[in-house]
């Protein structure tokens, strides 16, 4: 199993700029998460989907965030216009949908916005 | 509200020596309980978690956890500590009914010197 995919891995990008974060989760998994890790505010969950539909948005910061989920295997997150203060190590994670099952990480997207 | 602390931002253990990174836990009802770590520029990694049964709860990298549910705690621990155990340690509840989500501890960085 090839594990969570993200992609890319770095992101370097000017303030204004419209950036998109890829994920592909597990196969099989039915719930997909995204998260923002930085050091003031540790790890934040923004966005989780089950069988493709959002369920809790509520961490998404502003309107400027948007994620999708297509279908099954696939999932953006958009930041358009983006900010110096969204620097941060974007993760997406999936699970099969159970809330005592473990959340596989992918390794991370490092966005930094000049 | 349901919450997690780690009452300690970093843990200094000596190669060989016992470690503890503490983990307390607010949720209503019964709670799932894990544990996760995450080594530098690397996504999280799932290292255990008590659902239900047996207080003590073995995972991987020779760690363990016990829950005691009067002092609303899930400890980590592992009898030696090795230099490549350092890393970022995270807690993180949930709970049936929760729709999926963990809550997260701010993480607790474990140092281990040779």
């Known amino acids: 199993d090839a594990g969570v995919i993200q992609s890319p891995r770095h992101e370097v990008t000017e303030m204004g700029q419209e950036v998109t974060l890829r994920c592909k989760p597990i196969?099989?998994?039915?719930?997909l998460f995204w998260y923002r890790q930085t050091m003031m505010r540790g790890l934040e969950l923004l966005i989780y989907?089950?069988?493709?539909?959002?369920?809790?948005d509520s961490g998404m910061p502003e309107d400027r965030f948007s994620a999708k989920m297509p279908n099954a295997s696939f999932s953006t997150l958009k930041i358009q216009p983006s900010e110096p203060r969204d620097s941060a190590v974007y993760f997406c994670a999936s699970a099969n949908g159970r809330t005592y099952n473990e959340q596989f990480f992918g390794p991370g997207t490092r966005l930094t916005v000049l | 509200a349901q919450s997690v602390a780690q009452p300690e931002d970093q843990v200094n253990v000596a190669e060989g020596n016992p470690l503890t990174v503490k983990c307390t836990y607010s949720?209503?009802?019964?709670?799932?309980l894990f544990w996760y770590v995450q080594y530098p520029n690397r996504g999280l990694q799932f290292l255990l978690k008590?659902?239900?049964?047996d207080n003590l709860v073995k995972g991987s990298y020779g760690f363990e956890a016990e829950f005691n549910k009067s002092q609303t705690s899930f400890h980590l621990k592992k009898p030696s500590a090795l230099v490549s155990d350092s890393a970022l340690y995270f807690c993180a509840v949930s709970r049936k009914g929760s729709n999926y989500q963990l809550i997260w501890g701010a993480g607790t960085k474990l140092i281990i010197k040779p």
């Open positions: 008590y659902i239900t049964g």
């Open positions: 949720v209503s009802g019964n709670p799932y």
């Open positions: 196969s099989g998994h039915n719930s």
């Open positions: 989907f089950n069988n493709n539909v959002p369920i809790d």
